[in-house]
């Protein structure tokens, strides 16, 4: 009794290759969706808030997972749910984490008294004086890049730890400014 080696015990079952397909599909799907949902995800940059480091139409990547795994720290640019309206996303620098006590004088950044390098910020710039302001645990005081104009913690306060989104990692929109984001 000769055997059709493709029959034999244990031999797989051809399926139609429209099945295969859809379940490829399927699987590419829910792959992205949990790649944007929980790890990483693309967002726009709607206004000049953080000229120079980022751009109006700029976009970039942000990790969700970053902060799952480290702390978030002063200089960090990040993504997070406006206080006044959950609904909308901003980005803006992270000035002072949870136990500083911020301030702005003569266009300089103080933390807990001690002045603080801003390389990331135009020569020249020039903006109010603020503060101090004393950042409990849990909260942050964040703000954008273009001091003068940028509506961030000076207009509504501090940002609780739980409206934080992610970490923005990339910049790769458009193609000539294509790096990571600092």
Known sequence: MDQDPGKGVGA???RPVFVEIIESVAIAVLLAVVI????FEP???PSGSMEPTLQENDRIIVSKLNYYFQETKRGDIIVFKYPRDTKRNFVKRVIAVGGETMAVKSSRLYINGQPVAEDYLPPGLRFSDFGPVEVPAGYYFMMGDNRNNSDDSRVWGLLPENLIV????VLYWPPGRIGAVR
């Open 36 to 39: 944007r949902y929980f790890i």
């Open 166 to 169: 992610g970490k923005a990692l």
């Open 43 to 45: 967002f726009y940059i």
């Open 12 to 14: 797989k079952k051809k």
